[in-house]
C-alpha cells in the first residue's frame, strides 16, 4: 500500500493553510522548503513532503480566470446572462479555487454544467453528439432488459491501449519505466488473453494482483510508443435481490479504515447513522446508502485525486463529486454501517464510448458480492429512468474493464516516486529514476477494437 498517504490525516501548520487557501503556490514552496529545513515532528515532516508535491498539481486544473469563464459562458449557452455566472459560483455548481487570490475554474466547468443540468444543455450551442449518447442508452436499456430476462448476460473485448510521453517530457536515451492497466481476473471478468505487447515488457502482474499493469523498463528512444493488447470476457449474471432471503450471520471483511480517504470521521459516523437509522437488515442499508448518494450527490468533475486530502469528507460536505468519489462515499458510508464493500475501477467500453470509470462492490450473504454505481445511478434519478437507478444498485452492466480491484495499492513494480495517480490505476504511469511524470507530460489512449456479445 502506499502507506505515505497516511500522513494527509496530518493537519497543515494554520499559516500554510491560510496561503493555500488563498492560493499563493510559489510563495508555499519557498515556506515549506525553509519548514523542512527545521526539526519537525516526524508526521508533520511526511505532511509537509506530500503537500509540496500535491501543490505543484493544483494550479493545472484551474486556467480560466473569472472574466474567461464569462466569455466561454457567453460563446456557449442561448441567452446567457452574465449574473448566471456568478449564480453557478455561489451555488458551488462549478469547480474553483483561489490562485494568487483570484478565482479560477476547473478546465471542465462547461461540460460539468452542461452534463448534469438538463435545462442548461438545452441551450448548448454546442452540443457533442448526441447520436452516439442515444444509441448507447439504447444499448443499455436493451442489456438490462435481456439481463433481467435471461439471468445473465456475455461479452467479448479486444482493446489496445497505448502511452505516448510528450515531447517536452521525453529524455532520449534515459532509462524509463512504464505501466500500462490490463484487466484483474476476478469476479465478472473471465479469459483474459495477451495479444501483443510492444515493446518487451519486464513484468507482467499476476491475473488477481490488485491494480494490475504490464510493466516496461527501457531506454527511451524518440516518439516511442508504448501499447498492449488484450482480449477477455465479462460475464454478468441478474438475480432479484430479497432482503428476506439475507442471512443472519455476516462477514467482517472489508469493513476496516484505509487512511486517509476511508476513514470513519464523526461526521461521516453520524451520516451514516442519519441515513440508515435503525435499519439492521444489511442490503437494505446498503440501498439506503445508496439512494442517498445518488438522489443527493451531484455528479462533478474534479481536480486530480492526489490533491484532495479527504476525497470522502469532500463530497460528504460539498454533495458533489465524480464517479469515484461518490464510490468511496458509498464503500465508507457502507463500511461505518458494517456492510463489507471494497473498489473496482477501469475503463466502461461499449462500440460508442470509452472511457474511465469506477464504482464499488459489497457483500451481502447469502448473494456474495454485489454491485453498486452511484455515478451511473445518479444520472437515471436525474433523468428519471426509475428502472436504470434500480438496477444499478446490486446490478452492472457487461462493459466493464476493472483494472482496479483495490483502492490505493501499489503496483507490483513500484515506480519508486508519487505516482500521477496513487489511488487508481486506469491510464497506466511513466517514471524516470528521479521522478514520475504527471498529467500533460503522457497521454494514454484506450480504443475498443471489439465489443460484442456472446451468444
Known sequence: MYSDLQYLEVPLPEDIQKMKGHGD?????KVIDRRLKTNLPFALKKRLELEKKILLRIPED??????????????????????????FWEDNAMEWIYIDGRVHFHKLFLDNLVKTRPALAKRNLSPENQEDRAKNDRLLDSVIAKMKKNGE?????????????????????EKVQVHLPIPVEYAQVKHVRLL????????????????RTVCFETTLE???EFSVEYEFETHMKYRELEPEKVMDAQPTFYTEELPPHIHFTPYLCSLAEEIVGDETNPLLKAQKIYQFVTSRVMYSFVRSYCTIEDLTSYVASG??????????????????????????SGLYATPYNVGNHDWAQFYVAPYGWLFADCSFGGTAFRNGWTERRAFYFGHLDPFRIPAAAEFQHEFSVPTGHFRND????QDGEVAYSDKNLV???????????????IL
Open 25 to 29: 503556490f510559489k510563495l508555499l514552496q
Open 62 to 87: 484551474y486556467p480560466y480566470s473569472w472574466e474567461e469563464a464569462d466569455e466561454i459562458l457567453r460563446d456557449n449557452l442561448k441567452d446567457y446572462q452574465e449574473e448566471e455566472l456568478e449564480s
Open 153 to 173: 448476460v456475455k461479452y467479448h473485448f479486444r482493446i489496445r491501449s497505448t502511452i505516448r510521453i510528450a515531447e517536452t517530457a521525453q529524455r532520449i536515451g
Open 196 to 211: 501483443s505487447v510492444s515493446p518487451h515488457p519486464v513484468e507482467v502482474a499476476s491475473p488477481d494482483y490488485p491494480q
Open 222 to 224: 524518440k516518439n516511442q
Open 319 to 344: 454533495l458533489k463529486g465524480d464517479c469515484g468519489i461518490q464510490a468511496l462515499l458509498f464503500i465508507t458510508l457502507c463500511r461505518i454501517s458494517g456492510v463489507p464493500a471494497r473498489w473496482q
Open 422 to 425: 496513487p489511488y487508481d490505476n
Open 439 to 453: 498529467q500533460g507530460e503522457f497521454t494514454t489512449t484506450h480504443e475498443a477494437l471489439e465489443v460484442k456479445e
